[in-house]
């Protein structure tokens, strides 16, 4: 079982930007890799995703052109950037990844998941 450890997050100030990575404990480079958000009460938002080897990425409707997802196979990390935060940005972030050759936007096509750090945005 592939286990997923996200660091980073915090309380942040409008504006400002943030920096996520997730490490995966083993077998990185075939995973497609993605990062979601969720606020208590809501429903879980895909934000972005890339595949094995970063060819190809995906991005959420209402966070395109605020966030960058990129990769380092060689170190088995994800990296999510985000910037220009606002306080509706404050949730719980979670990297998921996928052995399904294609990346997705719906959280049943990853079948790991990290812990999710939270992440306050402050006005």
């Known amino acids: 079982q592939v286990q997923l450890a996200e660091s980073g997050g915090g309380l942040v100030q409008a504006g400002d930007s943030l920096k996520l990575s997730c490490v995966a404990s083993?077998?990185?480079?075939?995973?497609?890799m993605a990062w979601f958000r969720q606020v208590p009460g809501k429903q879980r938002e895909f934000l972005a995703a890339?595949?094995?080897?970063?060819?190809?990425?995906k991005y959420g409707y209402f966070v395109q052109g605020r966030v960058k997802i990129s990769r380092d196979n060689a170190k088995s990390t994800v990296i999510l950037q985000m910037k220009s935060l606002k306080p509706e940005d404050t949730a719980v972030y979670y990297c998921?990844?996928?052995?399904?050759?294609?990346?997705?936007?719906?959280?049943?096509?990853?079948?790991?998941w990290g812990q999710g750090p939270q992440v306050t945005v402050s006005s």
């Open positions: 998921a990844g996928t052995l399904r050759a294609t990346i997705g936007t719906s959280g049943l096509h990853y079948y790991c």
């Open positions: 083993r077998s990185f480079s075939i995973l497609g």
């Open positions: 890339i595949s094995r080897y970063g060819g190809s990425t």
